[in-house]
């Protein structure tokens, strides 16, 4: 059943037990029910594991907001999970998912990150998006967009997933635009700064990290997070595009599920 909490939407499960709550935040243009196949699986190892998926602002059934920048997207989940009385949640995030609950476990108490298919070295994107801006912003958004689509594999993806990747994916210009914001407007030289003291916050804090790949690593970004972040523990849901959980979602809720130690 369908939860408010300071705005955003939210799934509810589980009744709670020791282990700590677990927070999901779903990717771009999607939704919280991104997260039912794993869920449910999930409840099946663990039925008392209290678990809260979230609508990012502006998605699915939360309210829109006037902005969408990364300080205010993660204020407005601190909010919810606040309201929902939940302290140190293990934070869990699918692609620009992940970069939110990364810049929330920095500032607020958590019990560690799981990122799902999300590189954190922002460069390379960074210098793809600012060189199709008056594309992004004109009447061909929707060609460049689904220009991105064959980078996600789905494919890949059994047809119940691809199913559920077809349905939930409303990429709105406006809405897409605004969590893109930062990325078009700031230097890169800025972007890549502002990530690697974000990643050392996260190094003074030693959490637990795990990053779940869709396919095997880039050796150079591979170096590069290891360096940034020696704590982070890749997993590869192999043959998965960028959609492991939706792939795997049994595989990826044992995933979950080892978090209860942490």
């Not at 602002?57 to 606040?82: C, F, I, K, M, N």
């Not at 994916?169 to 003291?197: A, T």
């Not at 290891?226 to 849901?237: I, K, T």
Request: charged share 20%; net charge negative.
């Amino acid at each position: 059943m369908m939860e408010r909490l300071a705005g955003l939407a939210a799934d509810v499960r589980g009744k709670g037990n020791d282990a700590r709550p677990l927070v999901l935040v779903h990717g771009l243009s999607f939704d919280r029910t991104m997260w039912r196949p794993a869920v449910e699986e999930l409840m099946v190892i663990d039925p008392r594991r209290r678990i809260i998926a979230f609508d990012l602002p502006g998605h699915g059934e939360s309210s829109a907001q006037p902005s969408y920048d990364v300080v205010t997207v993660v204020a407005a989940l601190h909010r919810a999970v606040e309201e929902a009385e939940v302290e140190s949640p293990v934070v869990v995030g699918h692609s620009i998912g992940a970069v939110i609950v990364t810049a929330y476990a920095a500032q607020h108490p958590t019990c560690g990150v799981v990122n799902v298919d999300q590189p954190l070295f922002t460069a390379p994107f960074a210098q793809l998006l600012q060189s199709l801006e008056p594309q992004l912003r004109g009447p061909e958004f929707l060609g460049v967009w689904q220009m991105f689509e064959p980078s996600f594999h789905t494919e890949l993806l059994p047809p119940s997933a691809q199913e559920i990747v077809g349905t939930t994916s409303r990429p709105w210009q406006e809405l897409v635009l605004g969590y893109w914001q930062e990325v078009l407007d700031q230097p890169i030289e800025s972007l890549s700064d502002r990530v690697e003291r974000l990643l050392a916050q996260l190094r003074e804090k030693q959490l637990p990290y795990v990053v779940v790949a869709g396919d095997t690593l880039d050796p150079a970004y591979s170096e590069w997070l290891n360096e940034m972040l020696p704590e982070a523990q890749v997993v590869v849901l192999p043959n998965s595009g960028h959609f492991p959980h939706l792939a795997h979602p049994a595989a990826f809720a044992k995933i979950l599920a080892d978090t209860a130690s942490w």
